[in-house]
């Protein structure tokens, strides 16, 4: 049976993980000078960013609440994953917009 | 009778070790699968190759690394290694049955192509 912790760590991975891959199809449609293709996929990278970040939302405002949580690797293991597809798509936004003026 | 080996392929490995160990106790309780053979693997994008050597029957890729799977499946195409990019949705809720289930067809789909 699988644990809640590690439900909601799956969720973070597979939603940031999935984030970042669209971030990085982004990043590739840029390159080859398709916009319009690398702002949809940014989009939808955001969205499943978004979902991600929702459910680590509710883990830390839970926590602030005074709620014991078993805190595990896996949860690091996702707050990994979830933070690096952040920053992947910080920097992806910023590379998108010098490969538009280039 | 299903005579596999299953290559999962994530960013790094671990996530996906869980869910090999899920798709094992499935695999063993499965009347569909050649219990002595089966095998599961799981390795990260930077290593699998190693993993080559060996006869592989699919390989599983996470929705991580979905960004590179057209890359992994032309290298595995050319090896004659069927691939399959894990739903995300399958993914995220460990949905070890569903996977393994899209796994064997995409496997008897493959054999049926190469006939």
Known sequence: ?102 | MFRVKLLLMCAMGLSTGILAKKIQGIAETSKMIDHDYFEIHVTSIDEYKEYLKQPISLVLVGPQVAFKYEEIKKTLEKKGIPTLLIDEKDYGMMDASTILKKALIEIRNYENKIK
């Open chain 1, 1 to 102: 049976m699988m644990t809640s912790l590690e439900a909601i760590a799956f969720k973070i991975i597979s939603s940031a993980g999935s984030g970042k891959s669209k971030a990085f199809m982004a990043l590739t449609e840029a390159k080859k000078g398709n916009f319009e293709e690398a702002g949809n996929l940014l989009e939808e990278a955001k969205k499943s960013i978004g979902e991600a970040h929702e459910v680590h939302r509710e883990i830390l405002t839970n926590m602030a609440n005074g709620e014991q949580i078993n805190y595990d690797f896996l949860m690091v293991h996702a707050e990994d994953h979830l933070m690096n597809t952040i920053l992947a798509k910080e920097l992806i936004e910023e590379l998108i917009e010098v490969y538009k003026t280039k």
